[in-house]
C-alpha cells in the first residue's frame, strides 16, 4: 500500500506558533501475511561468482511475521537469505529444500563494496529459524532467530547511545555495547525488539567502528529497530547498515543533501504496538510540521489497531543533562508535546544525552498532574498524558553529568516545584556512570519501564577506565556501584481506559483543523 499526502498542520501550543505546511509521504511494505515462510522467488547468482559477506545484523520488520536482514558485500553479485526451520537443519546443514528470499544489492556510497538488504516473510509464531546469507559461491556463517507469539504481552528493550569510538578507543567502546548485549538478553531472553536511542557510533562513515559496534552475534539473533543520530546523520553507513521497513524518506526528513547523508522517518506495527521513529536531525525549515504531520497520518491510519503508541527518536527534549538547553531541544519542547499529547501518544523513547531521565505525565508541554510526586512507582495516564524517557549510555564510551534547572537559558525549563534539583518535567534524574538500559513491558493495561544496571565501576567502562570520569557510582559515587542487573529505576503506566488506538483520543483532535 502507498499512499501520499499533504496536510496542512496547524498547532496552538504553548508558544501560540503555527507551523508550516508539512509534506506527508507514508510509505508502506505491500505484503501478505500467510501462515508460513511466503515462497520467495530468488534471482539468480551469477555463475560462479564468489561473493564475501559481512556486518549482518538482523532488523525489524513491518509486523511480527517479518524480519530484514542487512548486510555488506564484496560484489554486486545476485545474493539470497535462505531461512529453514532450526530443527530442519541436518548436523548444522541446509537441506535442499529452503525458503529463499532474494536481496537488493546496491554499490556503498562510501568506502567502496556494496550493500544488500532482503526482507523475511511469513515467519510462524513460537518458532526458532536458521538463516544465512549469500550464494553459492560463499554463504555466511548460520545464525538462528527466535519467534514468540504473535499476541499478548510482551518485553522490548531500549538502549542509548551506543556511540562506539566516543571515549577515544573503540575496542573498549564495543566491549562494553557487546557486555551490555550479553547482560540484558541473558537476563531478558525472551525480549523480542532491540530498539535504538541513536547514535550506534562516533563517526558516521568510519566502518571500523561499525565493525565494533556489530561485534556481537546478539545482533544476529535479535531484531535491532534502529533510530538515527546526530553521529549517524553526516553520512550514508547508517541508511546502507539497516534498511527500515515503511520509510519516507522524502526531504523533510533529511537535514541536508540526500546524497551524502541518511535520514528518513518510518513505522511498524508489533502486536499491541504502534511504533513510529523519526529522524529528529531534521527539525527546521519546517521539518518539526513534516514530523508532526507524519506521525498524524501513520496514527490516523493504523492506530485503530494498536493499543499504545510508541515513538521513538533521539534528541530527548526533556533533557536531563548537558543538551538540556540546547537551541534545538528548546524548539523542540515548543513544537512536539502538544501534538503528542492529542495524537494519543504514550511513550517516548529518546537518547542523546547519555544520562536517564523518567518524566511526569506530560500533556500539551505541561504536568498533567501536579500532584505527581517525583519518583512514583505507579501512575494512571489520564487522557493526552505522555511519558517521556531519556536513555543513559549503553556502552560506557562517554557519559554526561545531570545538570540544574537554568531559567535564565530557557525561562520555560526551570525546577521541579517538588524536587528543585531537576528539571520541572521530570520525576526522574539519574547518572552513576555505569552502563544501563531500559526494558518496557507491554501488558494488556499498562505499561512498565525500567532503567537496569548492565555494569558496575570495573570494566569493560571506557569512560571511567580512561579517567575521562573522576567518580563512579550512586550519588556522585558517594555510594558504592550497586550490582549488575540491579534497578535504578522503575515505573507502572496505568494505561487510559478512554478506548483504543485512535479512539482514546477522539475528542481532542479538533485541533487538527
Given amino acids: 500500500m502507498k499512499f501520499n499526502q499533504w496536510k496542512q498542520v496547524r498547532l496552538r501550543g504553548a508558544a501560540g506558533r503555527r507551523l508550516a505546511l508539512a509534506a506527508v509521504a507514508v510509505v508502506g511494505v505491500s505484503t501478505a501475511f500467510g501462515g508460513g515462510l511466503a515462497t520467495a522467488a530468488p534471482s539468480k547468482p551469477a555463475d560462479g561468482e564468489a561473493v564475501a559477506v559481512s556486518r549482518i545484523v538482523l532488523g525489524v520488520g513491518a509486523k511480527e511475521n517479518q524480519r530484514v536482514l542487512s548486510w555488506y558485500s564484496s560484489t554486486n553479485a545476485g545474493q539470497l537469505v535462505q531461512v529453514v526451520p532450526a530443527s530442519k537443519l541436518v548436523k548444522g546443514q541446509f537441506p535442499k529444500n529452503v525458503t529463499s528470499f532474494p536481496a537488493t544489492v546496491t554499490a556503498n556510497a562510501v568506502n567502496g563494496g556494496f550493500n ?4 523475511i516473510d511469513g515467519l510462524k509464531q513460537r518458532q526458532k529459524y536458521a538463516y544465512r546469507v549469500g550464494n553459492a559461491g560463499h554463504w555466511s ?3 538462528t532467530f527466535q519467534t514468540q507469539d504473535f499476541k499478548g504481552d510482551f518485553s522490548f528493550l531500549f538502549f542509548g547511545d551506543p556511540q562506539i569510538g566516543s571515549s577515544g578507543d573503540t575496542a573498549k567502546d564495543g566491549a562494553g555495547w557487546a557486555d551490555t548485549l550479553n547482560v540484558a538478553l541473558t537476563a531478558n531472553p525472551k525480549a523480542e525488539l532491540l530498539v535504538s536511542g541513536g547514535d550506534q557510533v562516533e563517526s558516521a562513515n568510519v566502518e571500523s567502528q561499525w565493525d565494533a559496534f556489530l561485534g556481537s552475534d546478539k545482533l544476529r539473533q535479535y531484531p535491532w529497530a534502529a533510530t538515527i543520530g546526530n553521529h549517524d546523520v553526516g553520512g550514508k553507513a547508517y541508511e546502507q ?5 515503511n520509510t519516507d524518506r522524502s526531504t523533510p526528513y533529511y537535514n541536508g543533501d540526500q546524497a551524502v547523508r541518511s535520514g528518513g522517518d518510518y513505522w511498524y506495527l508489533y502486536k499491541d504496538v504502534l511504533f513510529i521513529d523519526l529522524n529528529s536531525n531534521a527539525y527546521a525549515n519546517g521539518s518539526d510540521a513534516a514530523h508532526i504531520g507524519y506521525v498524524t497520518n501513520v496514527v490516523n491510519t493504523y492506530g485503530a489497531k494498536a493499543k499504545y503508541t510508541v515513538l521513538v527518536y533521539h534528541h530527548s527534549i526533556y533533557s536531563p543533562a548537558s543538551h538540556a538547553n540546547d537551541g534545538d531541544n528548546q524548539l523542540r519542547r515548543q513544537d512536539f508535546p502538544t501534538a503528542f499529547s492529542q495524537l494519543g501518544v504514550d511513550l517516548v523513547l529518546q537518547g542523546h544525552d ?14 498533567a498532574n501536579p500532584a505527581e510526586q517525583p519518583g512514583a512507582t505507579q501512575v494512571t495516564q489520564g487522557p493526552g498524558g505522555v511519558v517521556y524517557v531519556t536513555a543513559n549510555s549503553a556502552s560506557g564510551s562517554k557519559y554526561y553529568d545531570l545538570t540544574k534547572p537554568d531559567v535564565t537559558k530557557d525561562p520555560n525549563y526551570g525546577p521541579d516545584p517538588l524536587n528543585p534539583k531537576n528539571h520541572w518535567a521530570n520525576s526522574v534524574e539519574n547518572q552513576e556512570h555505569v552502563r544501563t538500559y531500559v526494558r518496557v513491558q507491554v501488558k494488556d493495561d499498562k505499561l512498565v519501564v525500567e532503567n537496569l544496571r548492565s555494569g558496575t565501576c570495573a570494566a569493560p567502562n571506557a569512560a571511567v577506565e580512561l579517567g575521562q570520569e573522576s567518580w563512579c557510582g550512586p550519588d556522585s559515587g558517594a555510594t558504592p556501584a550497586a550490582p549488575v542487573g540491579s534497578v535504578v529505576d522503575k515505573v507502572a503506566i496505568h494505561t487510559y481506559k478512554g478506548g483504543k488506538g485512535n479512539n482514546k483520543v477522539a475528542a481532542d483532535t479538533n485541533w487538527l483543523r
Fill in 116 to 119: 544488500a538488504h532482503a526482507t
Fill in 241 to 245: 547498515h539497516f534498511w527500515t521497513p
Fill in 141 to 143: 556463517p548460520t545464525y
Fill in 354 to 367: 547519555h544520562s536517564y531521565s523518567r518524566s511526569y505525565q506530560i500533556k500539551n508541554g505541561k504536568k
